[in-house]
C-alpha cells in the first residue's frame, strides 16, 4: 500500500479535466464488547477510503462526479479516475459551482509528509480492567467500546493540500437487574479520562431506583433532560440549520420572506455552537466533502473552518451556507461542525435541580428519534434505559417508557433552567456525532404523546 501522498500526487497527475479534488482517509479502529459479564469479541481493523472528486466546466457552468475506491493497488488510480471523469462529463449542472480555493488559501501543513497514525487494543487496557471488577458484580453487564482513529489527506489541482488526524473513542455500557434496564455513555479522546468505575456506581443507581415501579399515563410532565438526551435533541437542530432551505420555505427555520436568523427563542442566554478547536472536542478546521448537499459543498474543499454560533444569547444567530449559497442570499459562509457545544446555564448539577423539583420525571436517554413535521422541526421518538418519577425532590421509582413528540426549537422556547454544561455522548447519534458537550435542562411541560411498551 503506498502513501496517502503519493496516491493524491498520482491521481492528479493523470487527471485530464479542469479541476480534480483528491481526498484519502486511513483509518485505524479498535473494538471491544462484553455480553453477560464477559469479553467477547475484540479486535483491530484497518482502511482506506479514497474519493476522486471531477469537475468539468464549460463557461458558467460545472458539473461533478465523484467515485469512490478501497482499492489499495497503485495500478488502480488511474481507472479510478477516469471513472470520476465520466461521471462528470455525464452529470448534470451544479448547482453550487464555485472556483476552487487557490493554494495560498491555507499555508502547506508542515505535516504533509507525515505517517499515518494507530490505535491498537492497548488503548483499553485500564478500561477492561476495571470491567473485570464490575463483572464480579450482581447486575448483568453489557456494552461495546470503540476508538478510531481517522488521517485525512486533501489535495486539489489548484496545489492545495491539507491534512488532519481525528481520534474518536466512545463506550457505553448497558446493566440489566430484575428486569430494569439502564445506560451510561461517554466520548473520549484517548479513554485516559473514562472512569469505568464511576460509570458503573451510575448504572447501580439508575437500577435501584427502579425497584419501585410507577404507571404513568401520557400527558404532559415536568421533564428533567440529562446531557446526553439534550445533545441528540441539539444535534438534530444543527443538522436542520441550513440556510438554503430555510430561505426556500422548506423548514423549521423559515418564516415569510426569509428565514428566522434574529428571532428569540428563550430569555435564557443560551449559546449553542460549533468550534473546531474546542478543548477536548476538536474536529478538522476545514472542509472536506466527497459530495455537496444543501449545507456543504465540494468545491469548498480545503477551506477554513471557524467557529460558528448557531444560537446566541438566545436567538437564532447563522444557518449553514456554502460559498455559492453565500454568494447567493448575500449572507456570511458558515459550515456546519463536527461537535456541538449549549452552554448559558448556571452552576446546577442534575442531583440538584432533581432536589428542586416538586414532581416530575427524569428521562435519561432517547431512542429511534425520526422527524414528523420538516416545517415545524417536530420530532417524535422514544424513552428507553429509564425514566424515574420524581416527588418532593427525591427519585421514587421507574416509569414505564413513552413515546414523546417534540420539536428542539419549542423546547428551547419553554425551557425554565439550564444546568452545567459537561462533556457527554449522545446515545441516538452515536454512530455519527460524538464530540458534545450539553447542560441539563428542565422542561416544564415535555409532551409524553402515549405509552410505550418498549423496554
Given amino acids: 500500500m503506498i502513501a496517502a501522498q503519493l496516491v493524491i500526487e498520482r491521481a492528479l497527475a493523470c487527471a485530464s479535466v479542469d479541476d480534480t479534488i483528491v481526498i484519502v482517509t486511513d483509518s485505524s479502529d479498535a473494538t471491544l464488547r462484553w455480553a453477560g459479564n464477559s469479553m467477547t469479541t475484540n479486535g483491530i481493523a484497518t482502511s482506506r477510503r479514497w474519493e476522486v472528486v471531477s469537475i468539468v466546466r464549460d463557461s458558467d457552468t460545472a458539473r461533478v462526479g465523484t467515485v469512490s475506491s478501497t482499492s489499495v493497488d497503485p495500478s488502480d488510480i488511474q481507472a479510478v479516475v477516469r471513472a470520476s471523469e465520466a461521471a462528470a462529463r455525464s452529470a448534470e449542472p451544479a448547482d453550487d459551482a464555485m472556483p476552487l480555493l487557490p493554494r495560498e488559501s491555507a499555508s502547506d501543513p508542515q505535516d504533509w509528509d507525515r505517517r499515518a497514525q494507530h490505535t491498537s487494543i492497548d488503548v483499553f487496557g485500564s478500561l477492561a480492567t476495571e470491567l473485570n471488577v464490575g463483572f464480579d458484580g450482581h447486575d448483568a453487564l453489557y456494552g461495546f467500546a470503540q476508538h478510531r482513529v481517522d488521517n485525512v489527506w486533501l489535495g486539489t489541482s489548484t496545489g492545495l493540500r491539507r491534512t488532519f488526524t481525528q481520534p474518536t473513542g ?103 455552537y460549533s468550534d473546531p478547536h474546542a478543548s477536548g472536542l476538536e474536529y478538522a478546521p476545514f472542509v472536506v466533502a466527497g459530495s455537496s448537499s444543501d449545507s456543504v459543498s465540494v468545491f469548498d474543499n480545503g477551506m477554513d473552518i471557524d467557529r460558528v454560533d448557531w444560537i446566541r444569547d438566545g436567538s437564532v444567530s447563522t444557518l ?84 414523546f413528540n417534540e420539536s428542539p426549537l419549542d423546547l428551547l422556547r419553554r425551557v ?5 454544561t459537561e462533556a457527554t455522548l449522545p446515545r441516538e447519534w452515536k454512530d455519527w456525532f460524538t464530540r458534545t458537550a450539553m447542560p441539563p435542562l428542565r422542561i416544564p411541560d415535555f409532551h409524553m404523546s402515549s405509552v410505550s411498551a418498549a423496554q
Wanted: charged share 20%.
Fill in 170 to 272: 466512545s463506550v457505553e455500557i448497558n446493566g440489566k437487574r430484575s428486569g430494569a434496564s439502564a445506560w451510561v455513555g461517554t466520548g473520549t479522546v484517548d479513554f485516559r479520562d473514562v472512569s469505568v468505575g464511576t460509570m458503573l456506581d451510575e448504572l447501580s443507581t439508575r437500577l435501584g431506583w427502579a425497584e419501585n415501579t410507577v404507571e404513568l399515563p401520557a400527558g404532559r410532565y415536568e421533564t428533567l433532560l440529562p446531557p446526553s438526551a439534550v445533545a441528540d435533541l441539539m444535534i438534530y437542530l444543527m443538522w436542520t440549520m441550513e440556510g438554503r432551505g430555510a430561505q426556500e420555505g422548506r423548514t423549521g427555520l423559515s418564516r415569510a420572506g426569509g428565514t428566522r436568523t434574529g428571532e428569540k427563542l428563550t430569555d435564557l442566554p443560551l449559546t449553542l
Fill in 320 to 403: 449553514s451556507y456554502p460559498r455559492a449559497s453565500a454568494q447567493k442570499f448575500g449572507v456570511p459562509v458558515a459550515v456546519p461542525g463536527e461537535n456541538l457545544v449549549l452552554t448559558g446555564g448556571t452552576d446546577v448539577g442534575l442531583d440538584k435541580m432533581v432536589a428542586d423539583t416538586e414532581r416530575g420525571l427524569l428521562l435519561t436517554t432517547l431512542w429511534y428519534i425520526r422527524e414528523v413535521d420538516p416545517t415545524s422541526l417536530l420530532l417524535t421518538g422514544l424513552t428507553r434505559d429509564g425514566v424515574y418519577a420524581i416527588e418532593d425532590g427525591r427519585i421514587t421509582g421507574a416509569v414505564n417508557n413513552f413515546r
Fill in 416 to 420: 425554565t433552567e439550564a444546568g452545567t
